[in-house]
């Protein structure tokens, strides 16, 4: 039997872009990178696993708005005709790299990385990715959770109470719709817990959440095994926090894995390198230079000079890591598993646009690791959150302190000079909402519950977290600031609509196309029904 767990969690969130009018916005390919190079290769790892009979478990989180993006027919048109253009870049990259020998093994890669994408994706599972997660879930080597409805961070949405309620019962609705069954856990958004939001998780059936470190560590009351062993809330719903050392290694571009000389440089590529005329059909059509994925060197060092990237190095060090993390996950639960009366639990929880994004080796790390865990040792145990709390019933009780996994631990990143303006309309617009569906309760007019269901999902969409880190991060803040404003817009002009007995059924059916998130959000979860 295994002295100790290792319980790995990936979360695989975007914020929810839709624009039918305009098939080049420049966000929009935040979706087309990410599924080639974090959930293709991700769901390309297990399967593989799963080819070679590897026992593994890992735990991944779809917030509902990538849900709602990877199942939309127009969006998963734009990005196979996007991986199209792609795999044509390829094919002339290979031409061009022809008298660069080293170059050409790069380009090589990426032509047939884009390929195998194309198979999985369209031939595979017909463009459509849940499917690809659905049967990992089915095949028992991964735990599928969700996160909130849009990523609203709660600690700040928490001032009505029917806003976090709204959050989490349209997330839990919405995948039971998509899969079939009940979530057993939940990614709170950026880790943001509250005390008391575990009372709504538990009333939406709801087992388990993630913590920052110091949300357990600061209990009350201290937990007995710090972060290697969860805490059972006032609720019932079990807390499991992110161990600190583990995290270090793979998140720190300066300490961790993903820094090392060997592995690709994310920050040079031909989008920018290459001159105009070439590139001009592969990036943006109003000529601003983007990344296109085509990146041919590797770290290096700490300076500009970067030399070209071998991938066969690369893999090695991805090999060397993964035995590397697991031998001090070993070194973990030997020392630990003498202290405790159940073996620790090691929680790594990471972002899963991570592997292979930002990290491009990622994903092969990520394969390297569970396989070195199935062959080469018996002391770990993968396992997932909720086969922990079948097997461990006796959990200490304790409610975590209010934290969050963003800078300063607390609500810093989602709240300063730069984002701040938006939560006095935020908590205006939820209460409106509120109390239009409390009135509308007393009304079967089809219009009004029409227009106050679209009504919830402008409200869900402005209160994404990710509006608010763009703004404090300063990227693409123009955009940020103009969803939160449009949402937010759209929702006054509903709820005018319904005091005045205006209705425009056009514009209404213009939004509800746009803005076509929760197909079946019923206003009345903000009425508290």
Same mark, same amino acid.
């Given at each position: ?43 390309? #790892?297990?399967?593989?696993? %799963?080819?070679?009979?590897?026992? /593994? =478990?890992? &735990?991944?989180?779809?917030? $509902? *708005?990538? !849900? ?95 806003? #976090?309620?709204?959050?989490? %019962?349209?997330?839990?609705?919405? /995948? =039971?719709? &998509?899969?079939?069954?009940? $979530? *057993?856990? !939940? ?106 994925? /085509? =990146? ?234």
């Amino acid at each position: 039997m295994a002295k100790g767990y290792l319980s790995l969690v990936l979360h695989a969130h975007l914020p929810y872009i839709h624009h039918p009018e305009d098939p080049n916005l420049l966000e929009e390919r935040w979706l087309h990178e990410a599924i080639t190079e974090c959930y293709i290769p991700i769901i390309k #790892v297990c399967n593989n696993l %799963k080819k070679e009979n590897v026992d /593994f =478990k890992i &735990t991944i989180s779809l917030s $509902p *708005p990538l !849900m709602a993006m990877l199942s939309n027919p127009l969006l998963q048109k734009r990005y196979l005709k996007h991986l199209e253009k792609m795999i044509e870049l390829s094919k002339k990259e290979v031409k061009r790299t022809e008298s660069l020998p080293e170059f050409q093994v790069v380009a090589k890669m990426y032509q047939n990385l884009l390929h195998q994408a194309y198979l999985i994706f369209h031939v595979q599972y017909h463009n459509n990715l849940l499917q690809a997660f659905k049967e990992l879930q089915e095949s028992g080597h991964v735990e599928l959770i969700t996160c909130a409805g849009t990523h609203g961070y709660l600690p700040l949405l928490s001032i009505h109470r029917e806003s #976090v309620e709204a959050q989490v %019962k349209v997330a839990v609705d919405y /995948f =039971k719709e &998509t899969f079939g069954f009940q $979530p *057993p856990g !939940m990614w709170l958004p950026e880790c943001g817990y509250f005390p008391g939001v575990d009372e709504i998780l538990r009333n939406n059936g709801i087992q388990y959440f993630f913590v920052e470190s110091h949300g357990l560590l600061y209990a009350k009351p201290r937990p007995k095994y710090a972060t290697l062993a969860p805490l059972r809330c006032p609720s019932g719903v079990a807390a499991f926090a992110r161990d600190i050392e583990s995290s270090k290694q793979v998140w720190s571009a300066q300490e961790g894995y993903p820094g090392d000389f060997d592995y690709r440089e994310y920050y040079r590529d031909i989008g920018y390198d290459l001159d105009y005329d070439y590139i001009k059909d592969y990036i943006h059509p109003d000529g601003i230079r983007i990344n296109t994925g /085509f =990146k041919y060197h590797r770290i290096t060092g700490k300076t500009d000079y970067k030399e070209v990237y071998k991938p066969e190095w690369a893999r090695e060090k991805a090999a060397i890591h993964a035995g590397n993390f697991m031998f001090n996950r070993q070194k973990q639960v030997e020392y630990f598993s003498q202290f405790m009366d159940r073996p620790p639990i090691i929680v790594c929880p990471y972002d899963a646009e991570l592997f292979g994004h930002w990290w491009f080796e990622g994903p092969q790390w990520l394969e390297f690791l569970m396989k070195k865990i199935h062959f080469d040792q018996n002391e770990i145990e993968t396992i997932a959150p909720s086969q922990y709390l079948e097997r461990h019933s006796h959990i200490q009780p304790a409610t975590p302190c209010a934290s969050s996994w963003g800078h300063e631990g607390y609500s810093d990143v989602w709240l300063d000079d730069s984002n701040d303006w938006i939560y006095r309309h935020l908590h205006r617009a939820a209460k409106s909402m509120i109390n239009a569906a409390r009135a509308a309760n007393r009304s079967n007019d089809y219009w009004h519950h029409r227009i106050l269901n679209q009504a919830a999902r402008e409200l869900l969409l402005a209160q994404s977290s990710d509006w608010a880190f763009i703004m404090k991060t300063g990227t693409m803040v123009d955009y940020a600031v103009r969803r939160t404003n449009e949402h937010l817009e759209r929702f006054d002009k509903l709820i005018q609509s319904l005091r005045k007995g205006e209705i425009d059924q056009d514009w209404l059916e213009e939004v509800e196309e746009r803005d076509n998130i929760f197909p079946s959000v019923d206003y009345k979860v903000y009425a508290g029904i």
